[in-house]
């Protein structure tokens, strides 16, 4: 198995275009979580599925970010518009059950 | 709710020395916990679980934690680091059950130094 798959692994935008990460779960995993990384606050849950039906977003800081499971291999995160404040690394992880999870290697993301 | 505190920000510790990585975690029902390591530039990876059954739970590296209840304690420990072992720590709480949700702590640098 390649693990949970992010993409793209660096991205760097200007300020005020739309982002899009990508992440492709575990096979046969039931749930996707989508958290956020940053010195100042550490890790932030941002939005999880069960079963590509989103759960809890609760953890999503503003309107301007989205995020959306079509199928339960694929998941992306949006930001739109981006400021400089969104820049973080941003990880996908999938679970199956009570196992713990596995995370992705991350998208770290400049907004400059 | 549940929380978890990670005291201690960052641990120098000399190679070969032992290391005690603190957790405490707050919770009205049971719990499952977790230690996750992330090396530079990478992601989380889970270095050990207590989810039922025996306190002490070890991880295929040396390191171990051991559940307990009455202090609301899961700290990691390790008898004698290496150098590779730096990273930063990351505990974790998760109420199971159909709410699947991890609470991470603020996380611990162990900086291994010869």
């Known amino acids: 198995d390649a693990g949970v798959i992010q993409s793209p692994r660096h991205e760097v935008t200007e300020m005020g275009q739309e982002v899009t990460l990508r992440c492709k779960p575990i096979?046969?995993?039931?749930?996707l979580f989508w958290y956020r990384q940053t010195m100042m606050r550490g890790l932030e849950l941002l939005i999880y599925?069960?079963?590509?039906?989103?759960?809890?977003d609760s953890g999503m800081p503003e309107d301007r970010f989205s995020a959306k499971m079509p199928n339960a291999s694929f998941s992306t995160l949006k930001i739109q518009p981006s400021e400089p404040r969104d820049s973080a690394v941003y990880f996908c992880?999938?679970?199956?059950?009570?196992?713990?999870?596995?995370f992705g290697s991350g998208t770290r993301l400049t907004v400059v | 709710a549940q929380s978890v505190t990670q005291l201690d920000s960052q641990v120098p510790v000399f190679e070969e020395a032992p290391v005690e990585l603190r957790c405490n975690y707050s919770s009205s029902v049971s719990v499952y916990l977790f230690w996750y390591v992330q090396y530079p530039n990478q992601g989380l990876q889970l270095l050990l679980k207590?989810?039922?059954?025996?306190?002490l739970v070890e991880s295929i590296n040396g390191f171990e934690a051991e559940f307990n209840k009455s202090q609301t304690s899961f700290h990691l420990r390790k008898p004698s680091v290496h150098i590779s072992d730096t990273a930063e720590y990351f505990c974790?709480?998760?109420?199971?059950?159909?709410?699947?949700?991890?609470?991470f702590g603020t996380g611990t640098l162990l900086a291994v130094q010869p």
């Open positions: 207590y989810l039922s059954g025996s306190t």
């Open positions: 974790a709480v998760s109420k199971g059950g159909a709410t699947n949700k991890l609470i």
């Open positions: 599925f069960n079963n590509n039906v989103p759960i809890d």
């Open positions: 096979s046969g995993h039931d749930y």
């Open positions: 992880a999938s679970s199956l059950n009570l196992d713990g999870y596995t």
